[in-house]
């Protein structure tokens, strides 16, 4: 996940575990990742960053940072347009297992999850446990499981969802507030 202090990299799992923290220092923004290894960020004040090794070390890219999501959808195969996103306030999106699936939204600045059926005609809140966590600034799809969701918020918890988005609770710390999150499948199959 990207943080406001760098890039916070964990192994999903009933708990999750922060396996680093590297570019601490910067804002990361924007992160695409192929697989576990190689890793492509945008950072505040630097060019884009890649790495080949999880993040333990850092190049200068050759070519454009990658974007930030904004309100397009997060999906497993990369940012996508919304026909009606109609959620007030909305902060973040994410589609669950592809076109068709579940669309999640963070509404109302942040402040609550909502899920929709129809592409986001219409809207049902989900249910935080154990709040309050902050404002949810980033959404994404799980890499290996369509029922898996995650949110990030600017007090940094890392929030997980593992029913589509109708309940979520917190999982994790980040190091900063997160603004950005991806997922990708890791070597033993896991996140």
Excluded: K
């Excluded at 999501?69 to 592809?98: C, D, H, Q, V």
């Amino acid at each position: 996940m990207g943080t406001a202090d760098g890039l916070a990299i964990f192994q999903a799992g009933a708990a999750p575990q922060l396996l680093r923290h590297t570019l601490a220092g910067v804002a990361v923004r924007a992160i695409a990742a192929a697989d576990p290894t190689a890793l492509l960020v945008a950072a505040d004040g630097l060019p884009p960053q890649q790495s080949f090794d999880g993040g333990a070390t850092w190049f200068e890219a050759s070519g454009p940072p990658p974007e930030p999501i904004g309100l397009r959808a997060a999906t497993i195969s990369g940012p996508e347009e919304l026909a009606f996103p109609r959620l007030g306030g909305a902060t973040a999106y994410a589609r669950l297992g592809g076109r068709g699936g579940a669309l999640l939204g963070a509404g109302a600045g942040g402040m609550q999850l909502f899920l929709s059926f129809n592409d986001g005609i219409h809207w049902d809140p989900a249910q935080i446990e154990g709040g309050p966590h902050g404002r949810v600034i980033a959404l994404a799809p799980s890499a290996t499981d369509r029922s898996v969701a995650w949110a990030g918020t600017d007090s940094g918890a890392l929030l997980r969802s593992v029913d589509g988005g109708l309940h979520w609770h917190a999982v994790a710390t980040a190091p900063a507030p997160v603004l950005c999150l991806t997922a990708v499948v890791a070597d033993d199959d896991t996140e």
